[in-house]
């Protein structure tokens, strides 16, 4: 017999939607990756360096899951999921500014859809 309440059941029902809805899109993605595309999506038009100090994550590891996030079929044999773009910032070429494509803001809607 199960000790949960009606309303915890909803919300479990609720992450189990939003978890669908990752995987439906890449089933290997890791947390690290999903937290690093909702700080874009709170983040667009700031810099990777912005978007890692707001995740508090190594440079490497945001560099790698805003690669995973990206469509690079050039450089990579699989290629990215194509929800978010990187350009040269026109201020400073040095930086890299990070958005969501119009299909990583369907997707960001699409989870908050599931709250």
Known sequence: ???????????????????KRITAVDES????QVRFLLAVAKNEGKSLRDITAECDMLVGTSSRYLANLMFI?????????SLV????NPV????????LTSAG???????????
């Open 1 to 19: 017999m199960s000790t949960l309440s009606t309303q915890d059941r909803v919300k479990i029902n609720k992450i189990e939607t939003i978890v």
């Open 29 to 32: 993605m890791p947390l690290g």
């Open 73 to 81: 079929p050039k450089y990579r044999q699989n290629a990215g999921v």
């Open 85 to 88: 773009q990187a350009y040269e």
């Open 92 to 99: 400073d070429r040095r930086q890299k500014v990070i958005s």
């Open 105 to 115: 803001k369907k997707f960001v809607e699409g989870l908050i859809g599931g709250l």
